[in-house]
């Protein structure tokens, strides 16, 4: 079962952008804090971006900060990433994850986890796949 579902992957260039969105399966986002983390081969999965559930606070990974923008559409029910100025380092599956709590999700948020602390996370999508490369 797939509670939350990522669109908007793809392969695009160096430079140009994407959208990513995250819609959950059977319940509603605006409770939840929301995120998006990305993992590379043979790498953890790493924070990326994160917003809480009232979108006051927002977290950004450095390489990331100035060209990646999350944002959230409760009337939508729908979290985007949106990425500009891609590169390839940013090549990456991308996961959506939602969980109960904004304080503990922004910390996790800020680091790679841990498979334990992967497992703590409410909600994770199946992954969208973003390709950067010329």
């Known amino acids: 079962q797939v509670q939350l579902v990522e669109s908007g992957g793809g392969l695009v260039q160096p430079g140009e952008s994407l959208t990513l969105s995250c819609a959950p399966s059977?319940?509603?986002?605006?409770?939840?804090?929301v995120g998006w983390f990305r993992q590379a081969p043979g790498k953890g999965r790493e924070g990326v971006s994160c917003i809480s559930h009232n979108s006051e606070d927002t977290y950004y990974e450095d390489s990331v900060k100035g060209r990646f923008t999350i944002s959230r559409d409760n009337a939508k029910n729908t979290v985007y990433l949106q990425m500009n100025s891609l590169k390839p380092e940013d090549t990456a599956v991308y996961y959506c994850?939602?969980?109960?709590?904004?304080?503990?999700?922004?910390?996790?948020?800020?680091?790679?986890?841990?498979?334990?602390?992967?497992?703590?996370?409410?909600?994770w999508g199946q992954g969208a796949q973003v390709t950067v490369s010329s």
């Open positions: 994850a939602a969980n109960w709590g904004d304080q503990s999700f922004l910390r996790r948020c800020a680091m790679t986890l841990s498979p334990d602390q992967e497992a703590r996370i409410d909600y």
């Open positions: 059977g319940f509603t986002l605006d409770v939840y804090a």
